[in-house]
């Protein structure tokens, strides 16, 4: 059933209960003033049969034809009485307001023959009941109808603005977040189009953040890999060149010892660098260090490396108790410490960095703050912002920058524990 169906449903269902409630109320003030009208009739029922006991050719017809609640009848012998003009309704009613007992009509013989039987009459008092109840039932009718097409018109308002919103959804969900809802005259349906308006345009604003992210990503890896080969080639090669011809001077200077020993010392200089070369690179290609070492020691030896690297003091405070993290979240700490450092290294004109990662109560706090020249918030960030956003969700946690002019930058995140698991 739609909810037009149920809410007429429930309407009606509520009219009937308190139309029913009305006739009983009705009925139960009706039977009082229904006994007291036939009581006062019933004393003149008694003064009519005195008079007939005592003097039957008193009562004249056109004397008693018009009395109100009272039936007078002359019948003849063998006469019946005519037929009442009654409904079966107003019959019902009289039995259950008076009971049968009370229309049985009393009879007197007549020194003509004739018969007199006097008998209460409750219909016109009835009548009036009916028309009474009838009245209600058809104004109960009328505002239910009333009442069901204002349903049906505020509910066919508000179904345009659920049709809308709707296809909006629908409109979003293949893609277009470019749909937007009109503003309609009710205040709830302008919320919900303001509200639907401006998760559009986030989604907007997402969707085109991930296109600039996947873009920048893309330059970022050709970039990398760029510099590998520059490094590989350049660096690496030199070294490797430069062994492969010490090595074939070996076999020329074999006999001259002095230069064998020079030519070996040269050998192991470029080793060493060679070796030196290729644990920067893949140090930066991947914190192997975490597989051996648990975060805080992790954490010290980066922050010694990029100190020597960058020749800017690097101050790292750690808790006593760091917790056991699993492999992955010691990877997006540790790479979120170590972009914290690479941008602080670019970007903030700084002479010192403050590192802290503490643990407090069920959760991990890191800062990472520098004396730098700062800038004014908001900011636009770039790859190196939205990878570090990216790894706090994964954390768990929520990244906040603190900035101002000539005052440094402020990095903070909180990470619950039970996320780390």
Request: glycine residues 6%; charged residues 25%.
């Amino acid at each position: 059933m739609t909810a037009l169906g149920r809410i007429n449903l429930g309407v009606s269902l509520l009219f009937g209960l308190v139309t029913l409630a009305g006739l009983a109320l009705l009925l139960r003030q009706a039977s009082h003033d229904v006994q007291r009208e036939l009581q006062a009739a019933e004393a003149v029922v008694e003064y009519l049969g005195e008079v007939a006991r005592s003097n039957p050719g008193s009562l004249r017809p056109e004397l008693t034809e018009n009395l109100r609640h009272i039936r007078v009848s002359w019948l003849r012998p063998g006469e019946e009485p005519e037929q009442q003009t009654e409904s079966v309704i107003e019959h019902w009613i009289a039995e259950r307001l008076l009971g049968s007992a009370s229309l049985v009509a009393d009879a007197w013989p007549l020194e003509d023959g004739r018969e007199l039987r006097i008998a209460l009459d409750p219909y016109d008092e009835i009548e009036e009941i009916q028309d009474s109840l009838l009245q209600l039932l058809l104004l109960s009718a009328f505002a239910l109808i009333l009442s069901l097409l204002t349903i049906r018109f505020a509910v066919q308002r508000a179904r345009r603005v659920l049709d809308e919103l709707l296809a909006g959804l629908r409109e979003v969900s293949a893609g277009h977040f470019d749909t937007r809802l009109h503003d309609h005259g009710l205040a709830e349906a302008k919320h919900l189009a303001a509200h639907f308006n401006e998760m559009a345009i986030t989604l907007q604003q997402v969707q085109a953040d991930n296109a600039e992210l996947t873009q920048a990503l893309l330059e970022l890896q050709e970039r990398e890999r760029t510099r590998l080969g520059q490094t590989l080639h350049d660096d690496l090669g030199q070294y490797l060149s430069g062994i492969r011809a010490q090595a074939c001077l070996l076999k020329v200077i074999a006999d001259r010892p002095q230069q064998v020993q020079d030519t070996a010392r040269l050998l192991d200089d470029n080793c060493e660098r060679l070796q030196q070369g290729f644990r920067s690179l893949i140090r930066d290609l991947y914190p192997v260090v975490l597989e051996r070492l648990e975060l805080g020691p992790a954490l010290q030896q980066l922050a010694a490396d990029w100190q020597q690297a960058q020749g800017i003091r690097c101050r790292l405070q750690l808790s006593e108790q760091l917790p056991s993290l699993p492999l992955a979240s010691k990877a997006h700490l540790y790479r979120l410490v170590q972009e914290a450092l690479t941008n602080v290294a670019r970007h903030a004109d700084a002479s010192e960095v403050r590192i802290r990662l503490q643990r407090r109560g069920q959760g991990l706090r890191l800062l990472v703050r520098d004396n730098g020249q700062g800038t004014a918030l908001p900011l636009r960030p770039g790859i190196g912002l939205r990878s570090m956003r990216e790894r706090s969700r994964s954390l768990g946690g929520e990244l906040r920058l603190h900035s101002r002019p000539q005052a440094g930058w402020a990095l903070c995140l909180n990470i619950p524990l039970e996320a780390t698991r």
